[in-house]
């Protein structure tokens, strides 16, 4: 199970996300050092500063394969070969509508593109070609398979079977993986690209890997067309907390940021793996248990990735919490009306619309 990272190609399709170059190294630096496997460095023929960043990018010690992106021309097809990436990834739809209202093509003249591109890649001599069937979560599966097939036939390496929409759910990504991968046998890889429009685009690609894909595709952030892409952080955390699979996630934060600021966005308080509110709490039954184990409400400590946790009192603030805070405080919850005190963290809490800071909740605890 691998991921090809394609913050730089995807992610910068982004509505309004420019990256400059110098962004641009920082971001594949901080994935070469998270580690991942491949990462899509562009669109050849289109990004002008492609062929620097190649070359910038293969001094980077530890480096991941780089591979980039090529329409289904010839003179794309040679601007591709020129930069000399490890992996050169093309597409084709295969799904009715654009095979026939996007493209003006039927079924077998679309089978002929795919051989023609395929064959031209090859004499380009380009190692590996990786094949995206686009739309193929609206095709006709059995077109779908025919493709791939066809694909294999050709010379191609990997097919990348594309959720163009976002409308696959995880269970469909699971049987579509696995009857793929009965199909075309262990010769050749499966990769996977999946929207988030429905909010399944990290769960979509990790049951496509589990099912048995060789890759899923994803960016930092999620950035992409519309709602995005599976995102990195969600995935390699995933895969190394939960799968064991060694990725270096104390680079997660760093590379987020980085991502963040290059794109101009912020992130979520509560955004997964990446949110500096991950781990604030004020409710009563959660800070009662944090207190005996944090394990018992936290799927992993906040240091993996960099963050910390943050205590406060509030509405939802119970008689443990406010009588540890009191402990905090030097104050001996024994001799005092805690309950009393709750209402009192309660009232003021709602009144202001938030929790209390430090200085509010210890000026109601020692009154």
Request: proline share 4%.
């Amino acid at each position: 199970m691998k991921i090809i990272d394609s913050t730089l190609r995807e992610g910068e399709q982004c509505f309004g996300v420019y990256f400059t170059l110098q962004s641009r190294k920082d971001i594949l630096a901080r994935l070469a050092a998270l580690g991942v496997e491949e990462v899509e460095l562009g669109v050849a023929g289109r990004d002008t500063d492609l062929a620097e960043l190649m070359a910038w990018g293969k001094k980077l010690p530890r480096r991941p394969l780089f591979s980039v992106w090529a329409a289904c021309r010839q003179q794309d097809l040679r601007a591709a070969a020129a930069l000399e990436p490890d992996r050169l990834h093309i597409g084709v739809p295969v799904s009715d509508p654009h095979i026939t209202t996007r493209l003006g093509l039927t079924r077998d003249t679309l089978l002929k593109l795919l051989e023609t591109s395929l064959a031209q890649a090859r004499s380009l001599e380009l190692p590996y070609v990786s094949l995206g069937l686009e739309d193929a979560s609206r095709a006709d599966p059995a077109f779908v398979l025919q493709a791939a097939l066809a694909a294999r036939d050709a010379g191609a390496s990997r097919v990348r079977l594309s959720d163009t929409v976002g409308v696959w759910n995880p269970l469909a990504v699971a049987e579509r993986v696995a009857s793929m991968r009965q199909a075309l046998g262990r010769g050749m890889d499966i990769g996977l690209h999946c929207h988030n429009d429905f909010g399944l685009g990290t769960a979509n690609a990790l049951a496509g890997l589990m099912a048995g894909a060789d890759f899923a595709d994803a960016s930092v952030l999620g950035l992409g067309e519309r709602a995005g892409l599976a995102a990195t952080e969600e995935l390699a955390a995933y895969m190394t907390l939960r799968l064991g699979h060694p990725y270096a996630v104390a680079e997660l934060r760093g590379l987020c940021q980085t991502v963040a600021s290059a794109a101009g966005q912020n992130i979520a308080a509560r955004k997964a793996i990446a949110g500096e509110g991950l781990f604030a709490c004020e409710t009563g039954l959660h800070l009662h248990a944090l207190a005996k184990d944090p394990v018992l409400f936290e799927p992993f400590a906040p240091e993996t990735f960099g963050l910390r946790r943050m205590a406060a009192l509030g509405k939802k603030s119970g008689r443990a919490a406010v009588a540890a805070k009191l402990v905090d405080l030097g104050l001996d919850p024994s001799g005092l009306d805690v309950e009393a005190l709750v209402l009192r963290i309660r009232a003021a809490a709602e009144a202001l619309g938030r929790p209390l800071t430090e200085e509010e909740a210890a000026g109601i605890l020692k009154d």
